[in-house]
């Protein structure tokens, strides 16, 4: 199994970015497909999770009406569109599959390498 984020970079506050994560070796529209993030000296934590079927999304309060996340189950892809970006959204973003609808990073079975987000004020 293998899930490869792209699309980070640096940004200035204000401004938008947008994550893909192509999937491989799962069978991808089975899968719930989750963004996590890890700020420098943080915790990992949730950011956004939508269902196989992409009809359920769900995301952290800090995000909401910013970020979108979204699906192509015949591309095995997902995608996490990023508006308004704030400072504090500097992060490393990761993509993972579940075979749940879930927000719990320790449900999610396979992640990948994570992509870097820097937003400057």
């Known amino acids: 199994v293998q899930l490869v984020e792209s699309g980070g970079g640096l940004v200035q506050a204000g401004g938008s970015l947008r994550l893909s994560c192509g999937a491989s070796?799962?069978?991808?529209?089975?899968?719930?497909m989750g963004w996590f993030r890890q700020g420098p000296g943080k915790e990992r934590e949730f950011v956004a999770r939508?269902?196989?079927?992409?009809?359920?999304?769900g995301y952290a309060e800090s995000v909401v009406g910013r970020f979108t996340i979204s699906r192509d189950n015949g591309k095995n892809m997902v995608w996490l569109q990023m508006n308004s970006l704030k400072p504090e959204d500097t992060a490393v973003y990761y993509c993972?599959?579940?075979?749940?609808?879930?927000?719990?990073?320790?449900?999610?079975?396979?992640w990948g390498q994570g992509t870097q987000v820097t937003v400057s004020s």
């Open positions: 070796g799962l069978p991808f529209s089975n899968f719930a």
């Open positions: 993972a599959a579940a075979r749940a609808y879930t927000h719990l990073s320790r449900d999610y079975d396979y």
């Open positions: 939508i269902g196989s079927s992409a009809w359920r999304t």
